[in-house]
């Protein structure tokens, strides 16, 4: 489990950032504390990380450069919305646009997807989970890095409420379908079933049909991909 984030706990507390460590998003950083969460300060606000904590908590994991917690947020206002990301360029360029559009239910953390399941999150917390595609680390010695794992997916089962949602998406068929298997057999229930085609959506979104940044990226070059709504029953 990363930890991250700390320079910038640093530098909010006053200290020098590491000349290596010199760079303008972190400096931006400083500026963004209104949206932009270390995983330190989100341990010590939770569970009040949003203004209106009564509305449906969802979470994207690996938010990339925001496009999705800002779109979804502004289009689902009686939700909040928290992305998460381990790099310091993609949560302050999420969160520079969260404080550009001045959006209260979308909020940007630095941290370790594993740490805030793991770690954070109180069972029967979450309404929804968003992984968009998480990085499918294709290559067969590699396969151990990737997020979606079987002790990931119990622990995120027991941090959704009953009915809530793990929306996911992937380019990656094999990974999709290991995924797909593992979610099963924890005890989600594909949403599709009324359907016979895989729900694009969770039901409770508004909106969309829903595109990701990668999804638009994917469409683009012709690059199929996969997609699938499951909910804790
Ligand atoms: C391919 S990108 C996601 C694309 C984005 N979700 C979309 O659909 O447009 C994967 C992201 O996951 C982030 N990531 C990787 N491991 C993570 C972890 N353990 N916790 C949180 N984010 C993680 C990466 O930094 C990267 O930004």
Redesign the pocket.
């Given at each position: 489990m990363?930890k991250v984030g700390t320079i910038i706990d640093n530098l909010r507390s006053g200290e020098k950032a590491p000349d290596r460590h010199e760079n303008p998003y972190l400096s931006e950083a400083l500026q963004l504390s209104e949206y932009l969460l270390t995983q330190s300060e989100l341990q010590n606000i939770f569970p009040n990380v949003f203004q209106e904590m009564q509305n449906p908590f969802i979470l994207?994991?690996?938010?990339?450069m925001g496009?999705?917690v800002i779109e979804l947020a502004e289009q689902n206002n009686k939700m909040n919305f928290l992305g998460?990301?381990?790099?310091y360029k993609?949560v302050v360029k999420s969160a520079r646009k969260l404080k550009r559009f001045n959006i209260s239910n979308g909020k940007i953390a630095i941290?370790?997807?594993?740490y805030l399941i793991n770690e954070l999150l109180p069972e029967q917390f979450l309404d929804g989970i968003c992984v968009?595609?998480?990085?499918p680390w294709p290559k067969d010695r590699h396969e151990k890095n990737r997020?979606l794992n079987q002790q990931f997916i119990q622990a995120v089962y027991q941090k959704i409420k009953p009915n809530g949602f793990f929306w996911f998406?992937s380019d990656h068929q094999v990974y999709f379908t290991q995924t797909n298997d593992l979610l099963l057999n924890s005890g989600f229930v594909a949403d599709d079933l009324d359907n016979n085609q895989p729900r694009a959506q969770p039901r409770n979104i508004i909106g969309g049909p829903y595109e990701?940044?990668?999804?638009k990226l994917f469409i683009n070059k012709g690059i199929p991909f996969y997609q699938r709504v499951y909910l804790k029953k």
């Amino acid at each position: 489990m990363r930890k991250v984030g700390t320079i910038i706990d640093n530098l909010r507390s006053g200290e020098k950032a590491p000349d290596r460590h010199e760079n303008p998003y972190l400096s931006e950083a400083l500026q963004l504390s209104e949206y932009l969460l270390t995983q330190s300060e989100l341990q010590n606000i939770f569970p009040n990380v949003f203004q209106e904590m009564q509305n449906p908590f969802i979470l994207e994991v690996g938010c990339y450069m925001g496009k999705n917690v800002i779109e979804l947020a502004e289009q689902n206002n009686k939700m909040n919305f928290l992305g998460i990301d381990i790099t310091y360029k993609r949560v302050v360029k999420s969160a520079r646009k969260l404080k550009r559009f001045n959006i209260s239910n979308g909020k940007i953390a630095i941290c370790d997807a594993r740490y805030l399941i793991n770690e954070l999150l109180p069972e029967q917390f979450l309404d929804g989970i968003c992984v968009f595609f998480p990085d499918p680390w294709p290559k067969d010695r590699h396969e151990k890095n990737r997020l979606l794992n079987q002790q990931f997916i119990q622990a995120v089962y027991q941090k959704i409420k009953p009915n809530g949602f793990f929306w996911f998406k992937s380019d990656h068929q094999v990974y999709f379908t290991q995924t797909n298997d593992l979610l099963l057999n924890s005890g989600f229930v594909a949403d599709d079933l009324d359907n016979n085609q895989p729900r694009a959506q969770p039901r409770n979104i508004i909106g969309g049909p829903y595109e990701t940044a990668f999804q638009k990226l994917f469409i683009n070059k012709g690059i199929p991909f996969y997609q699938r709504v499951y909910l804790k029953k």
